[in-house]
């Protein structure tokens, strides 16, 4: 089982940047991506970035250039990087792993989920 906690949320106006944290139980042979997710009121929940162990990388268009995803097995942590924030980028932002799957941005294929972290973006 593993467990994830996020951090890092908060209210910032538009152009400015976050950086979201992800502290998890373990990063061992069960996971092989991690992912962060966002969700709006009213609207499905989205991924917008993943990263494998092996540190490969994938973004939506939406966020490419403007969030970077990061890793550091040894210390269990996932980071979440983001610039240039925009009103439409307001939502709860999640943090998410799984063991196996095709589409790293798909939350089905995710088996864990932390609790979420709010980030608002005022323009």
């Known amino acids: 089982q593993v467990q994830l906690v996020e951090s890092g949320g908060g209210s910032v106006q538009a152009g400015g940047s976050l950086k979201l944290s992800c502290a998890a139980s373990e990063y061992g042979f069960s996971v092989d991506v991690m992912g962060w997710f966002r969700q709006a009121p009213g609207k499905e929940r989205e991924g917008v970035a993943a990263i494998s162990r092996y540190g490969l990388t994938s973004y939506p268009n939406s966020v490419r250039g403007r969030f970077t995803i990061s890793q550091d097995n040894a210390k269990n942590t996932l980071w979440l990087q983001m610039n240039n924030l925009k009103p439409e980028d307001t939502a709860m932002y999640y943090c998410?792993?799984?063991?196996?799957?095709?589409?790293?941005?798909?939350?089905?294929?995710?088996?864990?989920w932390g609790t979420g972290t709010q980030v608002t973006v005022s323009s």
């Open positions: 998410a792993a799984r063991s196996f799957g095709a589409n790293w941005l798909s939350s089905k294929e995710y088996n864990y």
